[in-house]
């Protein structure tokens, strides 16, 4: 299984990004249980921002996040989105998209939780 993850870049105050992720799946494996987002600023540990359970679609945010940032689900099998909204310079960081396979994930926002990584995308907000 690989992540593959698009978007980020580059914005202003205030303004909005959209990530996307889609887990790339050979063989015979079942979809992922939980997918989502995380991100590391330089100095500070990885923080789950927003995920979503593949089955139900529960979703899971930071406090930070809230009514900023949604998490949705792709057309396309084993995607998400994470559309960005109001950023601000502290949503400066490398984000992650996670995703969690063959496992109970009983802490949503936990990066333990999870077993397969994307490479990282970078947002910077000024």
């Known amino acids: 299984v690989q992540l593959v993850e698009s978007g980020g870049g580059s914005v202003q105050a205030g303004g909005s990004l959209r990530l996307s992720c889609t887990a790339s799946i050979y063989g015979d494996v079942d979809s992922s249980d939980c997918m989502g987002w995380f991100r590391q600023a330089p100095g500070e540990e990885r923080e789950g921002v927003a995920v979503m359970f593949t089955s139900g679609g529960a979703t899971h945010y930071a406090d930070s996040v809230k009514s900023r940032f949604t998490i949705s689900r792709g057309s396309a099998r084993d995607t998400v989105t994470l559309g960005m909204n109001a950023l601000k310079p502290e949503d400066t960081a490398m984000y992650y998209c996670?995703?969690?396979?063959?496992?109970?994930?009983?802490?949503?926002?936990?990066?333990?939780?999870?077993?397969?990584w994307g490479q990282g995308t970078q947002v910077t907000v000024s």
């Open positions: 996670a995703a969690a396979f063959g496992r109970v994930v009983n802490s949503p926002l936990s990066e333990f939780d999870y077993n397969v």
